[in-house]
């Protein structure tokens, strides 16, 4: 049983190193038995790829989660699976918890939206930190900690009353099921773990017990050498959290580089090495000018996202037209739901299909703001043209109402003036459902003249 950990910068290689060494088990034993845990399901569809496409291979018995998933596979193997709530049940239950609950400090707020997401949010970090409701509560010095304690301990019995767990909860039993089935996991043959920039005291613990069943394990993760108490503390908490969890598991990690990647041709060794200048030197107070050509990285200022939007996108037009392949155009942005309509508008414009990784809202889907426009009629009393949009939707069919009738009703609406008022479009609906009166000549006349 062995567990290293690849510290190496951003980009230098450390998910390459990993699809090397599964290979390398794959080409010894194609049955090996591989789990890959990395931190998004987006990782695993390029950790996926990656290996499909890059190296050309097909591989079995390889399993990839993210840690819920790993937790709920833990208990399986176990045979202690778990009824886990998701997000909406959990905050359902905590909301019948506390309107349950006699409260002083949060009385006034205690059902509200907003302390709902706090509360529940306060005791996944609890709980990601192996802390009791019971020892929260020895902790409590004040009384906001010690109701947030009562609060806590009433939500974890409930959970236990009706035998559900929570996300997290699940990550404890999978903990304990490790601590105490000697023989779990000990048939996977490498664990691989990539893609982590840090991890909570349960995470660090589990992947610590793990490493001392499985018969391989290899832990990447990014370091920032020389910048530890700055940039990079983050991943140096990391590391030191993982060496703990080993320490206190009696079961030692060692460190190494990632190997040497294959050479690549000039303008990549050119692009690379501007590449990790600029990492080396953001944020820092004086930082050293990069000594070669700056073709690789230039700055394009833009007075929003979208003229940068656009701006990028011509830049990218031009790229295409002069015979760069697609796929090795990369538009990384760091918050998709400020970028996400200027770059889509832009595309459009400029006639650039973009695969983009994340889609649009729900709430943006036409059916669903067709839905919620149907849901929200009373609140403008019924207006006329939010009436006679959701009657001549396309995703709703009203029976005994075809277009027909809404055509009836619209043309009832003029003769009446009719812009809104519940009332009086049933007083409507009424008299159009009444048989016509004849004129003096013998001749039918629908009913008109209705008020508004």
């Known amino acids: 049983m062995t567990t290293t950990l690849q510290l190496a910068r951003v980009g230098a290689g450390k998910t390459e190193s990993a699809h090397r060494r599964l290979l390398a088990i794959k080409a010894a034993n194609p049955f090996a038995k591989i789990w890959v845990l990395l931190s998004t399901e987006r990782q695993i569809n390029d950790f996926r790829r990656r290996l499909t496409v890059e190296h050309g291979r097909v591989l079995f018995n390889i399993e990839f989660f993210t840690f819920y998933p790993l937790y709920n596979r833990l208990l399986k193997l176990a045979g202690t699976p778990q009824r886990c709530l998701d997000d909406t049940a959990r905050y359902g239950l905590l909301r019948e918890v506390l309107r349950g609950m006699s409260l002083d400090v949060y009385k006034g707020i205690a059902l509200t939206p907003g302390f709902i997401r706090v509360c529940a949010a306060l005791i996944y970090e609890l709980k990601q930190n192996l802390i009791t409701p019971e020892v929260f509560e020895l902790a409590a010095d004040n009384a906001k900690e010690r109701e947030l304690a009562r609060i806590y301990a009433a939500y974890q019995a409930v959970l236990r009353q009706h035998d559900l767990v929570d996300r997290e909860g699940e990550g404890w039993l999978a903990y304990d099921a490790l601590s105490n089935q000697r023989g779990l996991a000990k048939d996977v043959d490498l664990l691989i773990v990539d893609g982590y920039d840090q991890f909570n005291l349960l995470q660090a613990k589990l992947l610590a017990q793990l490493g001392a069943r499985v018969r391989e394990t290899l832990i990447t993760l990014t370091t ?21 969890a080993h320490d206190s598991a009696r079961f030692a990690v060692s460190m190494t580089p990632p190997p040497p990647l294959p050479e690549f041709g000039e303008g990549r060794q050119h692009t690379e090495a501007a590449l990790h200048h600029l990492s080396d030197q953001l944020l820092r107070p004086k930082p050293i000018p990069f000594d070669g050509e700056t073709s690789a990285v230039c700055l394009l200022e833009a007075p929003d996202p979208t003229a940068e939007a656009a701006l990028i996108l011509r830049r990218v037009k ?31 414009a400029y006639g650039i299909p973009l695969a983009i990784h994340y889609g649009e809202p729900l709430a943006r889907n036409p059916a669903i703001t067709a839905l919620l426009s149907l849901l929200d009629l009373h609140k403008s ?21 075809d277009a027909a009738a809404v055509d009836q009703l619209e043309r009832a ?35 008109s003249g209705l008020d508004p």
């Open 224 to 244: 920032v050498a020389g910048r530890e108490d700055t940039m990079g503390r983050r991943f140096a908490r990391a590391k030191e959290r993982l060496e703990e």
């Open 318 to 348: 031009r790229l295409l037209l002069d015979g760069v392949s697609p796929d090795a155009i990369l538009i990384a942005v760091r918050d998709w739901t400020v970028y996400g309509d200027a770059f889509t508008a832009a595309g459009r």
């Open 381 to 401: 009393n019924f207006r006329r043209r939010d009436l006679f949009d959701v009657l001549r939707s396309p995703y709703f069919t009203i029976p005994g109402i």
């Open 413 to 447: 609406a003029n003769d009446a003036l009719i812009s809104a008022g519940r009332e009086a479009w049933l007083e409507a609906v009424d008299l159009l459902a009444q048989p016509a009166t004849e004129d003096e000549d013998g001749e039918s006349v629908p009913v």
